[in-house]
């Protein structure tokens, strides 16, 4: 029913800024929560941004706070991540994430999360 497709990653330095995109298409996803996850090579998918449907609230993982900002423009069904001040332990897979329920929460568990990109790879070199 949905579609989500990320774009954006790349290799960058340390210090360096990206901006991740999410296209959604299928149905329109204005009125849900959506959320950025990552994950590393060994390691968990783990939460990384979230956003209700009206962009009024967001929340972050305490390790990007300050540095990551997401976004969102319902008029184009979009949702973004801006990275700045990037580390070598940013790098990783990431996805963009749709919660098919409509409330004004932003669940941190991947299973709480019904639609998924295919992940965009960001590499942070030092």
């Known amino acids: 029913q949905v579609q989500l497709v990320e774009s954006g990653g790349a290799l960058v330095q340390v210090g360096d800024s990206l901006k991740l995109s999410c296209a959604a298409s299928?149905?329109?996803?204005?009125?849900?929560?959506m959320a950025w996850f990552r994950q590393a090579p060994g390691k968990e998918r783990e939460f990384v941004a979230g956003?209700?449907?009206?962009?009024?609230?967001?929340d972050y993982v305490d390790a990007v706070k300050g540095r990551f900002t997401i976004a969102r423009v319902n008029a184009n069904d979009m949702l973004y991540l801006q990275m700045d001040s990037l580390k070598p332990e940013d790098t990783a897979v990431y996805y963009c994430?749709?919660?098919?329920?409509?409330?004004?929460?932003?669940?941190?568990?991947?299973?709480?999360?019904?639609?998924w990109g295919q992940g965009t790879q960001v590499t942070v070199s030092s």
């Open positions: 956003i209700i449907w009206n962009g009024e609230r967001t």
């Open positions: 299928g149905r329109t996803v204005s009125t849900f929560t």
């Open positions: 994430a749709l919660r098919w329920i409509l409330m004004v929460a932003i669940p941190i568990q991947p299973d709480q999360y019904e639609y």
